[in-house]
């Protein structure tokens, strides 16, 4: 064991200078995405009670426009769409529409503000069908059951759509087993090899899922997800999880959520270094640091930091935020 003369540690937090040039982990807006909802039953933006300081946007609107080109100039250069509808049914069908929402988004974005930004495309069918779940039931003698593999038929059309939409990135969040593999061989098919995947690898069945479900309206119409979504008592199984999406090339992979899990990041981070890793910050977090910020329990901006230095601490790459703005705005203040 090395034995270090006596010192004082002290000495490298004397003050800020000192703190920056030492510091191990840093934040950047580039390590940054945004989730951006998008709504084709609203003709202006609307904003949303469950999600603070969050808004609908109508999929071909100038506010759409404005909203993406205010954070790229605050330096996010990603954003995460999802796509919400009142024309649900059982398949989900609006999902792979190219009138429905996250098609015309996308366009949209395309159109006005060309390549640069770069956008991820959630693909699930939960929030557009009338069933509620990330893939569709079917009656057996044991009751209803997610059938996965007709499943991946649905996924397949969605993931050609948004690419041909011109999405950088599909991300499919469904947690159905072989969605990365086919939803890899469809785009390749459809001739969108470039497009990447960045998967929902580690999705767990949380409590920390609720105002975005309302949000999207897509609660599960019976029963929950945890036959598909990942038990939280679970370390090893979310490493096969991995894994197996890897194998199936995924070009980055994900946690969900990040506060609770750090131990999973690590875990990944350690066993897959060369593989770029995402955390999401999922809506349950968001709203509890909102609501002791607004109650004066914590120092907000003080929290956001700490927060996106613990996660990227545990070893994301990328930060899936609602925060984004705001942390970009701190960056921007503190010369981050």
Do not use: W
Request: proline letters at 5%; one cysteine or more; glycine letters at 8%.
């Amino acid at each position: 064991m090395v034995k270090f003369p006596y010192t004082r540690p002290r000495r490298l937090r004397g003050k800020k200078g000192i703190r920056d040039l030492v510091a191990e982990t840093n934040i950047s807006t580039r390590d940054l995405i945004l989730p951006v909802f998008v709504n084709e039953t609203v003709k202006s933006k609307q904003p949303l009670a469950s999600l603070k300081g969050h808004y609908y946007y109508p999929p071909e609107s100038k506010e759409l426009i404005d909203y993406v080109q205010d954070n790229m100039e605050l330096g996010i250069k990603g954003f995460l769409l999802f796509g919400v509808t009142n024309m649900k049914d059982y398949y989900g069908s609006r999902a792979y529409d190219k009138s429905g929402p996250v098609y015309r988004a996308v366009s949209n974005i395309r159109r006005q503000l060309g390549s640069e930004p770069v956008i991820f495309t959630d693909l699930c069918i939960c929030n557009y069908t009338t069933h509620g779940h990330c893939g569709l039931p079917k009656d057996t003698r044991y009751g209803k059951v997610i059938d996965n593999d007709e499943t991946l038929k649905i996924y397949r059309k969605i993931a050609v759509t948004q690419a041909e939409a011109g999405s950088d990135f599909i991300s499919p969040s469904g947690m159905m087993d072989g969605q990365v593999k086919a939803i890899r061989e469809a785009l390749d098919s459809a001739g969108y090899s470039s497009v990447g995947i960045m998967a929902y690898s580690a999705k767990y069945a949380s409590a920390l899922y609720g105002p975005f479900r309302d949000v999207m309206d897509s609660s599960p119409g019976f029963g929950d997800r945890s036959t598909y979504q990942m038990d939280p008592r679970n370390l090893a199984e979310a490493l096969k999880e991995v894994q197996l999406d890897i194998e199936e090339g995924a070009d980055i992979v994900m946690v969900k959520p990040a506060m609770f899990y750090l131990d999973v990041i690590r875990t990944i981070k350690n066993t897959y270094p060369h593989v770029p890793l995402a955390a999401y910050n999922v809506s349950g977090e968001y709203m509890t640091l909102i609501t002791a910020g607004e109650k004066g329990l914590i120092d907000l901006d003080k929290a956001l930091l700490e927060l996106a230095y613990s996660i990227k601490r545990a070893g994301a790459d990328i930060i899936i935020t609602y925060f984004a703005p705001r942390i970009a705005e701190i960056l921007r203040t503190i010369g981050g």
